[in-house]
Nanobody, 123 residues
């Protein structure tokens, strides 16, 4: 029933910025923890950022800490990922995900997924 739709991916030069958006429908958005995952070719799908339902608690993987910012606008049922100082190693498909639980940095039980959006960073 829950639907997640990502947008905002594209091709950028190293050092540039992008903002990804994830629109959520079909469930009470404010009760869901939300996360962003990414998967590069031949690599696993890894959690890079997460945010609690209230927005008061966030998590970042060490590889993106200080460069990426996750936020949510519950009035718009939307979660965002602002990506600054992008590097070629950030190239991946980025997925929005959600879960009704509260352990935002535990990647194993995110159970609602978007279709993914491609981010490509050129050198």
């Amino acid at each position: 029933q829950v639907q997640l739709v990502e947008s905002g991916g594209g091709l950028v030069q190293a050092g540039g910025s992008l903002r990804l958006s994830c629109a959520v429908s079909g469930r009470t958005f404010t009760s869901y923890a939300m996360g962003w995952f990414r998967q590069a070719p031949g690599k696993s799908r890894d959690l890079v950022a997460a945010i609690s339902w209230s927005g008061g608690y966030t998590y970042y993987a060490n590889s993106v800490k200080g460069r990426f910012t996750i936020s949510r606008d519950n009035a718009k049922n939307t979660v965002y990922l602002r990506m600054n100082s992008l590097k070629p190693k950030d190239t991946a498909v980025y997925y929005c995900a959600g879960k009704p639980g509260s352990n935002i940095n535990y990647a194993g039980d995110y159970n609602y997924w978007g279709q993914g959006t491609q981010v490509t960073v050129s050198s």
